[in-house]
């Protein structure tokens, strides 16, 4: 199996591109931040400290304190891609990431996008 290159690249080197997308929308980068630390459960400083390291891409997501359990509810594609399908952990993780900042970028009202879930089985997204 072929490594994809973003695995090897600084983390530090794709958030500004996450911050760019949302921010030529007209959103922000405390709000990009808020989606990182919901998947990834870093809190605003260790978040900083892994962009400060210059972290892999795949290092950052290893080293996530708390992938949130709600991402699973994330649905539908990027790149082609339905997120859903893709079989490799990590790579489903980084278009996770990219869905949840694409869907900033289109207006979405942070509770959609932070699957504002409550644990109940009956509700779905």
Known sequence: MTRHRIYAMSF??????????AEKKGRTKAEVDEIIRWLTGYDAAALARQLARSVTVEDFFARAPRMNPARSLITGVVCG?????????????????????????????????????????????
Request: glycine content about 4%.
């Open 12 to 21: 530090a080197k794709v958030y500004p591109l996450l911050v760019a997308k």
């Open 81 to 125: 891609i339905r997120v859903e399908h893709i079989e490799e952990p990590l790579m489903r993780e980084i278009r996770t990431l990219d869905k949840l900042i694409d869907e900033l970028a289109k207006g979405k009202a942070m509770e959609t996008i932070l699957r504002a879930w409550d644990g109940s089985p009956f509700r779905r997204w």
